[in-house]
């Protein structure tokens, strides 16, 4: 465990190191980056160089980390919360990474019976961790890097979580700056997760993936790939939703 202090001390060392290879080549590859100011982009080098170098990496299945899976990784995590006040994910100090979707056992409550438990395998992209690791499949984070304009982003899915569990209950609620902001937050967030449940049941189309529909906290994270990914079709399809996400994600703007 860090002293601040010495989080400090470690992370100013950080960034005078030099930026590993093709560091520049693959942050840019990466579809939002060129919609970023020039401030955002040099704040967004510095926080993936601190992801890249303070995270423990770990490839899992056989899969080999490279600087290429790190930095692509790391610059995701990093737009996410290029600006919002944050401390570098540091309840996540580990970043697992398999070739492909992984096998999760999930409990669930039988819908046959109070208190019945169900154990079920269920195949993930990613999955995060309350106070723990971030895990994520390499293949899917290509997948959604070659379709950009799906607005899907496994990275972003996860990362969305971690701020989401920061609030110590995981319900589709990050730390807001005001009374002012849940209030509005809580309002708009059910009422457009409401909608997709509904859109879901009667089987209408939506931008959204209706994965969002499972529960508040996958509304959020979902809803926060698109708003990274897409900005403008969401902006068109939920013009409250996308001034809410910017109003957390990107307050200054
Ligand atoms: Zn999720």
């Given at each position: 465990m860090f002293w601040p202090w010495w989080k400090e001390f470690s992370r100013k060392r950080i960034l005078k190191k030099p930026f590993p290879e093709n560091f520049d080549t693959n942050i840019q590859?990466?579809?939002?980056?060129?919609?970023?100011s020039v401030s955002e982009k040099k704040n967004l080098r510095a926080i993936t160089k601190v992801i890249f170098y303070e995270k423990n990496w770990e490839g899992c299945g056989g899969f080999k980390i490279t600087d290429e899976v790190k930095t692509l990784i790391s610059a995701q995590a990093a737009r996410v919360i290029l600006n919002i006040k944050h401390d570098y994910y540091s309840r996540a100090m580990s970043i697992l990474v398999y070739p492909d979707r992984f096998i999760i056992p999930q409990v669930k409550r039988s819908p046959l019976g109070h208190g019945v438990i169900q154990k079920e395998k269920v195949v993930a992209h990613g999955q995060a961790f309350f106070r723990g690791p971030v895990i994520l499949s390499w293949s899917s984070i290509l997948e959604d890097m070659n379709n950009p304009f799906r607005g899907r982003n496994v990275v972003i899915h996860e990362f969305a979580h971690k701020l989401d569990m920061l609030a110590d209950s995981v319900d589709g609620t990050p730390l807001l700056s005001s009374r002012k902001q849940y209030k509005s937050w809580v309002k708009i967030m059910t009422d457009e997760y409401q909608k997709l449940v509904w859109k879901y049941q009667t089987g209408t189309s939506d931008l959204i993936d209706f994965y969002g529909a499972t529960n508040p906290a996958e509304f959020f994270s979902v809803t926060s790939e698109y708003y990274f990914m897409v900005p403008h079709l969401l902006k068109m399809a939920h013009p409250e939703l996308f001034h809410l996400l910017a109003s957390y994600y990107d307050p200054k703007k």
């Open positions: 590859a990466l579809h939002f980056y060129s919609r970023l």
